[in-house]
């Protein structure tokens, strides 16, 4: 990747809890391009992660902040405006969770109080951060959003419940106010749908080491790792994009377009 593609860039990531953490790589990347940016996490997150470790390599700051109170939305670009020095070139959205999937619950018996906080951190919260960063014109022009997503959006992935229609919400959101942000300020916003990645969150769910073998073995590239991930996500936040936007963009390896592969059928051919 060429060097310093994010040369006096400002910003903010979410999510990173630990070094699994798609955020987590995102940010060392966004470091080595030379953006200057702060990290963000709910503070019961911060708990279970080592945040603190990467914010000392990244030379910067963590301000909590839970994504789902508009209050603290409004403390976190206050207080990260007032860090980084201006207003913002780019923001990654990288969180996401359902007590459901946590607890065992199936499609068929979700408790609707989880149900809504799935959506709301998941999902909701992304409308949340671009609603507040519009009011409070915080975005520099030709800025680029991101939101991470999955497949389950689109497809049924019955050990994917509640997340999938989060992941659906996420994806309509950042097509809606994507359209909203180009006009108002040309602001890009899109999704990256990213193969099964081997991150706390994603290990969590059950069945998911049988899932990212197939996953593997259905991709022609190969499951995307999170570093990989990480890197496509400095693309987006350069310069190099800034006519992207609106856009669900699959970084999987091809999963998404191949129907069947060679290795798959080979198990099946003589059932």
Known sequence: MPENLLKGKLGIITGALDENSIAWKAAL??????????????????RM???????????TIIIPADATSLED?????????EYLGGN???????????????????????NYDWMNKSHDVSAISFHKMMQIAEK???????????????????????FYTDMADAKALLESIARGYGYRYGKLKKVRVNTISQSPTKTTAGTGIGG?????????????LGNASAEACADYIITMFSDLTR?????????????????????????????
């Open 29 to 46: 990347k966004a470091h080595e391009q030379g953006a200057k940016f702060v990290l963000t996490n709910a503070p019961i997150a911060m």
């Open 49 to 59: 992660g080592a945040i603190k470790e990467l914010a000392e390599h990244c030379n």
């Open 73 to 81: 939305i409004e403390k976190l670009y206050t207080e990260s405006k």
């Open 88 to 110: 913002f070139d780019f923001l990654l959205h990288s969180i996401g969770m359902s007590p459901n999937i946590r607890k065992g619950r199936s499609y068929g018996d979700m």
């Open 136 to 158: 409070m014109d915080i975005m520099n022009e030709w800025g680029s959003i991101l939101a991470l997503s999955y497949i389950a959006a689109q497809r049924v992935y019955p």
């Open 208 to 220: 998911f080491d049988a899932f990212f073998n197939f996953a593997e073995s259905m991709s022609p």
């Open 243 to 271: 006519y992207v936007t609106m856009q669900n963009l699959f970084h999987d390896g091809g999963y998404s377009t191949t129907g069947i592969s060679e290795e798959l059928m080979e198990q099946f051919r003589d059932l």
